[in-house]
C-alpha cells in the first residue's frame, strides 16, 4: 500500500525544489560574472623567461616603444624583440648578468626567447596595429603605463564589447602621431575636441561592421 503524500513531504519537496533552483541560478550568474574578460584577463601577468622592466627602460632610461617593437608601424603585428635588439646594448652593459643568461642564448643559438603572451586576442578576430598606430592611438589606450610597470599585465579587457565602444566614438582617444609613444602625454585642451578635429583632418571613420575585426 503506497505510503500517503504528507503535508510535511509536500512542503520538504518545494524547500528542496526550491533550493536547487537557487543554487542553479546562482552558478549560472557567477560563471556569467566571473567568465567576463573584465573578470578572466585583467590583471593578467604571466612570470617570463627574463625578468624584463619595462618601467626601467621606457621609464627611467626613456626608451621608445619602437625600438623594441619595430612592426607597430609597420605591420598588424608590434612584434616581439629579437635577442639582437637586446644585445645592442647588453653586450657591454651587464653583458655577465646570470638575469640576462636566456638573452645571450638565444642570441648564440638563433632560437627566439619563449616569451610569454599577454595581450591575446582570439584567433577570429583581426587587429592592425599600424592602422590604429598612424591613426594616432597611443600604447596606453590598450595597454596602460607601461613605463610605470616592472612586470606588464593587462589593463583593458580587449572584448568586442569595448573595441566597439572607441570604435563608436574614437575622439577622445587620439593624439597627433608623433605622440602615440609618448606614454606621459597629456593634452592641454580637451582630448575630444582634439580628436574630433584629428578625425576631419585624416578622414577616420572606424568600421562598426562584422566585416572590420572578423575577415
Given at each position: 500500500m503506497p505510503l500517503p503524500f504528507t503535508r510535511s513531504a509536500d512542503r520538504n519537496l518545494r524547500i528542496f525544489f526550491s533550493?536547487?533552483?537557487?543554487?542553479?541560478?546562482g552558478s549560472i550568474t557567477l560563471f556569467s560574472f566571473y567568465s567576463r574578460p573584465q573578470a578572466t584577463e585583467i590583471g593578467y601577468s604571466p612570470v617570463q623567461?627574463?625578468?624584463?622592466?619595462?618601467?626601467?627602460?621606457a621609464g627611467n632610461l626613456g626608451m621608445d616603444c619602437r625600438y623594441c617593437h619595430t612592426g607597430v608601424?609597420?605591420?598588424?603585428?608590434a612584434g616581439v624583440p629579437a635577442a639582437e635588439i637586446c644585445m645592442n646594448c647588453h653586450a657591454r652593459v651587464k653583458s655577465q648578468s646570470p638575469l640576462l643568461a636566456k638573452v645571450r642564448e638565444s642570441y648564440q643559438s638563433g632560437r627566439?626567447?619563449?616569451?610569454?603572451?599577454?595581450?591575446?586576442?582570439?584567433?577570429?578576430?583581426?587587429?592592425?596595429?599600424?592602422?590604429?598606430?598612424?591613426?594616432?592611438v597611443s600604447c596606453v589606450t590598450c595597454h596602460g603605463r607601461v613605463d610605470q610597470m616592472a612586470e606588464v599585465r593587462q589593463v583593458a579587457p580587449l572584448s568586442m564589447a569595448w573595441c566597439l565602444d572607441c570604435h563608436r566614438d574614437p575622439a577622445p582617444f587620439l593624439r597627433p602621431r608623433e605622440l602615440v609613444?609618448?606614454?606621459?602625454w597629456q593634452p592641454e585642451r580637451d582630448p575630444r575636441?582634439?580628436?574630433?578635429?584629428?578625425?576631419?583632418?585624416?578622414?577616420?571613420?572606424?568600421?562598426?561592421?562584422?566585416?572590420?575585426?572578423?575577415?
Open positions: 533550493a536547487f533552483l537557487l543554487i542553479i541560478t623567461p627574463v625578468p624584463y622592466s619595462h618601467k626601467l627602460h608601424e609597420q605591420s598588424a603585428q627566439p626567447v619563449p616569451w610569454v603572451r599577454i595581450h591575446r586576442l582570439p584567433d577570429y578576430v583581426h587587429f592592425n596595429h599600424q592602422a590604429h598606430v598612424l591613426a594616432g609613444t609618448r606614454l606621459d575636441e582634439l580628436g574630433g578635429e584629428l578625425m576631419a583632418a585624416r578622414g577616420i571613420r572606424p568600421p562598426l561592421n562584422c566585416s572590420g575585426c572578423h575577415r
